[in-house]
């Protein structure tokens, strides 16, 4: 099972929009609506930002919000912050009754 | 509150064997499928293993299956990852993670070098 594909970084000014897009196969992304997304800060554990492709954990900002078209996984950070500069993960159900994470993109806020 | 607490995690030489514990609270353990997580040094995270609440459901990635065993005691809320024929790129960050909505509880970690 090959890793999902991210981008290796993606940068923004504070108050700006990005998105990071998760790109997979019919055996992951496109075949199930399982697709969540972690944000990792240096030395510490992931924490759940989205699941289930567009919807939010309790306490997660209306900030983060996520999308799927086809293969291709997607997570939008709206009105970027400071705080939001951290490492993110996509991660995906497989066919094979197991989960797969993305490569990681390093987000910067400029 | 609810957490999950790793141990076991250390130092061990190619070929050799460790087991990791995770010590669950603050929710109903029973209720969960438990996973295992690991991340390599400057790595992104890979899932390792997955176990369904009574134990009869259990996977692996391809890269432990036959080496790794995913196991748990509810009685005692805790989730175990037997670790055999250890290799150099099993060295990693072992997080164990609850599977409610995602993997939405993460232990800290505990850390296995294998190396000579």
């Known amino acids: 099972q090959s890793a999902l594909t991210q981008p290796a970084s993606v940068s923004g000014s504070p108050g700006q929009s990005i998105a990071i897009s998760c790109t997979g196969t019919?055996?992951?992304?496109?075949?199930?609506?399982?697709v969540s997304w972690y944000q990792q800060h240096p030395g510490k554990a992931p924490k759940l930002m989205i699941y289930?492709?567009?919807r939010r954990p309790s306490g997660v900002s209306d900030r983060f919000s996520g999308s799927k078209s086809g293969n291709t996984a997607s997570l939008t950070i709206s009105g970027l912050q400071a705080e939001d500069e951290a490492d993110y993960y996509c991660?995906?159900?497989?066919?094979?009754?197991?989960?797969?994470f993305g490569t990681g993109t390093k987000v910067t806020v400029l | 509150e609810m957490q999950l607490v790793e141990s076991g995690g250390g130092l061990v030489q190619p070929g050799g064997s460790l087991r990791l514990s995770c010590a669950a609270s603050?929710?109903?353990?029973?209720?969960?499928?438990m996973s295992w997580v690991r991340q390599a040094p400057g790595k992104g995270p890979e899932w390792v293993a997955r176990?369904?609440?009574?134990?009869?459901?259990?996977y692996y990635v391809d890269s432990v299956k036959g080496r790794f065993i995913i196991s748990r005691d509810n009685a005692k809320n805790s989730l175990y990852l037997q670790m055999n024929s250890l290799r150099a790129e099993d060295t990693a960050v072992y997080y164990c993670?609850?599977?409610?909505?995602?993997?939405?509880?993460w232990g800290q970690g505990t850390m296995l070098t294998v190396s000579s």
């Open positions: 176990m369904k609440q009574d134990g009869s459901e259990k």
């Open positions: 289930d492709v567009t």
């Open positions: 993670a609850r599977v409610g909505y995602g993997f939405d509880i």
């Open positions: 603050g929710f109903i353990f029973s209720n969960y499928w």
């Open positions: 991660c995906s159900y497989t066919t094979s009754s197991t989960f797969v």
């Open positions: 019919s055996s992951d992304v496109s075949g199930y609506n399982y």
